[in-house]
């Protein structure tokens, strides 16, 4: 992981409020890859009965974390947006674990980034929730 690819998608988790509120940390990043943990916080339960973590934080988290590695692209020159964001839930997170999410981004067209990115909790082997989603991509000067 270089330097600029650390501060670029540094810079990108803290600018956006939602990320700090959630307690986000850029754990990982490389060329295209990126990796991001939410700790277990009560403010974020969204079944008081299971006091499991709502599925929206869950979502944030994995946006993120996708955006992050479409930012750490070396071919990328500038922001990024969500074109579109698919989430498949497999099981909720066990209560009291921090929620970790992996992101690759393993296609750029001149303007589409592609995106596959998973969630887990300490059970590496049986994933939270797995995603696939579109992101907007420039490309930079002399990636042209």
Not at 3 to 8: E, G, K, V, W
Not at 69 to 91: C, F, K, Q
Request: charged share 20%; proline share 4%; with cysteine.
């Amino acid at each position: 992981m270089t330097d600029r690819q650390m501060t670029i998608a540094r810079q990108f988790i803290e600018a956006i409020p939602h990320a700090r509120a959630l307690g986000m940390e850029l754990t990982a990043v490389g060329e295209g890859h990126a990796a991001i943990s939410m700790p277990y916080d009560e403010k974020l339960i969204g079944d008081p009965a299971t006091r499991v973590i709502h599925g929206g934080a869950v979502s944030a988290l994995m946006d993120t974390c996708a955006g992050a590695a479409v930012m750490s692209h070396p071919e990328n020159a500038g922001d990024t947006a969500t074109i579109d964001l698919r989430i498949d839930y497999m099981r909720a997170a066990v209560p009291g674990q921090t929620i970790r999410a992996r992101a690759d981004c393993y296609h750029v067209t001149r303007t589409v980034a592609f995106v596959r990115a998973v969630a887990m909790d300490d059970d590496d082997d049986n994933p939270v929730a797995a995603a696939t989603g579109a992101f907007t991509f420039s490309r930079t000067e002399a990636a042209t």
